[in-house]
């Protein structure tokens, strides 16, 4: 019996539905390649017929399952070593270099994401080039964290393990240096740049970012090529918002050379470089507003101590204003403008004695601006205002991971979770700072002490302290870490 055709109507309203829940786009154009992915997620699916499978695609509510099995096949990453080298020569010999000299001063940190990292080329040869250029590289804190939303990609990448296709037009020098033939012919990368880089599953479009929950707030750094062209126009200029808040103040993005047009980024500076074109962030979103009427609580969501610290009706003149400055600070960090939220609030704190809340928000403002030593002392007054909030500690804890502190952090999360058992985010950072640490069964450990957490919520609730990720989106992420582990 031959399969049924899939209509026009059909394919329609596939693209569609592909296009609300995972942000990509396919227009008619596309369709072919539309078709072919389909062909291969129903297969995997168990279906004979790509219109039935079409059918039940669209016949319910989408789950995490199915999409999952659909990114593998609809995005299939190119991508090879040392790619677009203008660009990596620009961040070589034009961005990095001042960047280096400012924090080798100070803390030597330095933090990069890379978006859409397919099978991981790019964030290995983004840790090459750093190896390259820092001599004392043991001493610095370096963050290399890479994200894509397709789980096989991200199985080869952490498995570091590639074939002759991968270096085609790579420098002659980068096999002999940087990797190890293996016996069926192909090379593995060297542990020592492996292991700068951590990778994580995530979804663009759904996932909220500045996140801590999978290490991409305060990037110096991002790379994020050849897959803004993929989204729907409204979903691109949502991720480009993203990740602008993602970056500190003065940081880079880095797109393809068929993306860098200046209208997509109005609100970063367009830098040209010798063939090769990079956007840097704006220190200021807008220009000033005028003063804003004090909003109701309901603005400072996943903020439970902002809204308890907002009475309906206070009547001493002085906390009035402080709870509007508070309120206020919760609106601007909503919209990623941290530098506003430290402004009004330590203009706040001259005037009176911060409550928790304000530290609280001062706190995490300092951490996703990258300044992790004033983050760290406003986290300190947050703990001596209200030494048994968890979230303080935790906070404590990623600004110390951040800084390197290992030991510090270690004594906050297992603090936070004295506090707190039920504490999530807590569980799996241990998890990953275990799994850092070359102690897997720690790490497998604290993971799934998470994922037992994770079970008794609904999907689609938003977990504490984790940037407006859900228990569904953060149980993907735990559950693509620990299949990476598997596959290596």
């Not at 990114?71 to 020569?89: C, K, M, S, V």
């Not at 099978?119 to 290399?144: F, K």
């Not at 404590?396 to 985010?425: C, H, I, K, M, N």
């Not at 993907?476 to 290596?488: A, F």
Request: charged share 20%; glycine share 6%.
């Amino acid at each position: 019996m031959m399969a049924a055709p899939v209509q026009v109507k059909q394919w329609s309203r596939l693209s569609e539905f592909i296009a609300s829940s995972m942000g990509l786009h396919f227009p008619i154009e596309r369709w072919d390649d539309l078709q072919r992915g389909l062909s291969g997620a129903a297969q995997e699916f168990g279906f004979r017929d790509p219109a039935t499978c079409i059918d039940w695609l669209l016949s319910a509510p989408p789950t995490q399952v199915p999409l999952q099995v659909l990114a593998n096949h609809l995005t299939i990453g190119e991508t090879y070593f040392f790619r677009d080298q203008p660009t990596l020569d620009a961040l070589a010999e034009h961005i990095l270099p001042p960047l280096i000299l400012e924090r080798r001063a100070g803390e030597r940190r330095l933090r990069f994401w890379c978006a859409a990292c397919s099978s991981g080329e790019e964030p290995y040869s983004l840790a090459i080039l750093l190896h390259e250029l820092l001599p004392d590289l043991a001493d610095w804190h370096i963050t290399i964290t890479a994200t894509d939303i397709n789980a096989h990609s991200l199985n080869k990448a952490a498995a570091g393990i590639y074939g002759d296709w991968s270096f085609r037009g790579a420098p002659a020098w980068l096999r002999s240096r940087y990797f190890k033939r293996t016996e069926d012919g192909r090379y593995a990368i060297a542990p020592a740049i492996q292991r700068l880089v951590r990778f994580a599953h995530q979804n663009l479009v759904d996932d909220i970012q500045p996140s801590m929950a999978i290490d991409v707030h305060a990037m110096d750094v991002i790379f994020c090529r050849n897959v803004l062209m993929y989204f729907t126009p409204p979903q691109m200029g949502k991720v480009i918002g993203k990740l602008r808040h993602a970056l500190v103040e003065g940081g880079w993005l880095a797109v393809s050379p068929t993306e860098a047009s200046k209208a997509l980024f109005p609100q970063f500076t367009a830098v040209n470089f010798p063939g090769a074109i990079l956007f840097q962030k704006d220190a200021v979103l807008r220009p000033p507003e005028p003063p804003v009427a004090a909003p109701s609580p309901a603005p400072a969501l996943f903020f439970p101590e902002v809204e308890a610290a907002l009475p309906s009706a206070p009547s001493d003149p002085v906390a009035t204003a402080a709870q509007d400055s508070l309120a206020v600070a919760a609106l601007l960090y909503r919209e990623g403008r941290y530098g506003e939220v430290v402004d009004t609030l330590l203009t706040l704190s001259a005037r009176r004695v911060p409550e928790p809340a304000a530290c609280a928000l001062l706190a995490r403002a300092l951490a996703n601006q990258g300044k992790l030593a004033d983050a760290l002392i406003w986290c300190e007054r947050w703990i001596a205002a209200d030494k048994l909030d968890a979230a303080a500690h935790y906070l404590r804890a990623v600004a110390l991971l951040e800084q390197g502190d290992a030991a510090q952090a270690r004594t906050s999360l297992q603090r936070a979770l004295y506090l707190d058992p039920g504490f999530v985010l807590a569980h799996v950072a241990l998890g990953h700072l275990e799994r850092g640490h070359g102690k897997p069964r720690e790490a497998d450990k604290h993971f799934a002490n998470a994922l037992h957490l994770l079970r008794t919520c609904q999907p689609e609730d938003p977990m504490p302290e984790a940037d407006g990720l859900t228990a569904g989106q953060l149980a993907e992420t735990i559950h693509s870490v620990i299949c990476m582990d598997t596959s290596k």
